[in-house]
């Protein structure tokens, strides 16, 4: 099969700063792609955005390696060492040419108990007392993606504090340290946190490399790994805790879609921030999730993203105004 390849460059701001431990995130870059193919009916896009601009001039400089007309089969061996998310759009945009994807007409997703709330220290507490006040004549169970490590610790503690004390049953909650605690820190939030029936997970609680650490704290508590899952994929055969997956980050998320179908268990979807293009595939993940073994709403962070043509649903618009 031959296949035509075309790309158009995307930038964009955030409306409001985003904060984790590591790093603010105020605007995102990368590049939509198309495929079409004499073999298929239907055109295949995929997003090709890296979280980090020290990884947009390689993904740029093996994007030009790849010529306007090639083989399919030459295609993915030519990407075989690329970025990872060089590999994902293609390998998305392939498997919607050959109907391994097969995407529904619309995604149910638009209503704010359906997805996790992102929030950071600076937010957390009035965000969960706007959503008591909206939401007191018709309660709904909402989840909250906590960034913690964007404040010391004893004050991140009392937080803490006011959350258990304050907020029940209505709210799930996710704690994400990004990879910045050490283990007495990550061990005091389990030992708080132990008999808590409203936690789902803390979220990579310590470094990407603490394997070990990580495997003792999850005895203790959930614990869902990110940032070394992708810096060691292996670990997704290995991990038998919740994993929080990251398609568009994902050298082979077909593999991932397989995982979904076949109903594997403890996975949660999460965004990198991505335009209507990525979205499209991460919504369809996520509802594939959703009716696993162990379904639990994605963080698509939907209310993060800036409201223009990028964020559409139908990706042809998209790529007619780039």
């Excluded at 960034?147 to 909650?173: D, G, M, P, S």
Aim: aromatic fraction near 10%; charged fraction near 25%; hydrophobic fraction near 35%.
């Amino acid at each position: 099969m031959n296949i035509k390849f075309k790309k158009k460059f995307f930038f964009f701001e955030f409306p409001k700063s985003i904060l984790n431990s590591k790093r603010k995130f105020n605007y995102k870059k990368g590049w939509i792609i198309k495929l079409n193919s004499n073999n298929s009916i239907n055109d295949g896009f995929g997003e090709i955005a890296p979280l980090f601009d020290e990884h947009i001039s390689l993904c740029e400089k093996q994007l030009n390696m790849i010529p306007e007309n090639i083989n399919r089969d030459k295609l993915t061996e030519k990407i075989y060492n690329f970025h990872p998310c060089v590999q994902s759009g293609i390998k998305s945009a392939l498997g919607e040419i050959e109907g391994i994807i097969k995407y529904k007409e619309k995604y149910k997703f638009n209503e704010i108990h359906q997805s996790a709330i992102l929030v950071d220290s600076f937010s957390v507490i009035e965000k969960l007392k706007e959503l008591k006040i909206q939401y007191k004549s018709k309660p709904r169970v909402f989840t909250i993606k906590w960034k913690v490590a964007t404040k010391e610790n004893k004050i991140e503690e009392k937080i803490l504090e006011e959350i258990l004390n304050q907020h029940e049953n209505y709210i799930k909650l996710r704690i994400d340290a990004n990879g910045s605690w050490n283990r007495q820190c990550a061990n005091r939030w389990a030992e708080i946190l132990s008999n808590n029936k409203n936690l789902d997970w803390i979220e990579q609680p310590l470094g990407i490399d603490d394997i070990e650490g990580l495997y003792e704290l999850n005895k203790k508590i959930p614990v869902a790994l990110d940032e070394s899952l992708l810096k060691y994929p292996q670990l997704i055969n290995s991990w038998h805790g919740w994993q929080i997956r990251r398609p568009s980050q994902e050298k082979n998320p077909l593999k991932l879609l397989e995982e979904l179908n076949n109903k594997n268990s403890l996975k949660s979807l999460s965004s990198s921030f991505e335009t209507g293009v990525g979205k499209r595939f991460l919504f369809h993940l996520s509802y594939l999730q959703l009716l696993g073994s162990t379904p639990k709403v994605p963080g698509l962070a939907l209310k993060q993203m800036p409201n223009t043509f990028l964020f559409k649903n139908d990706p042809k618009i998209i790529w007619n105004n780039l």
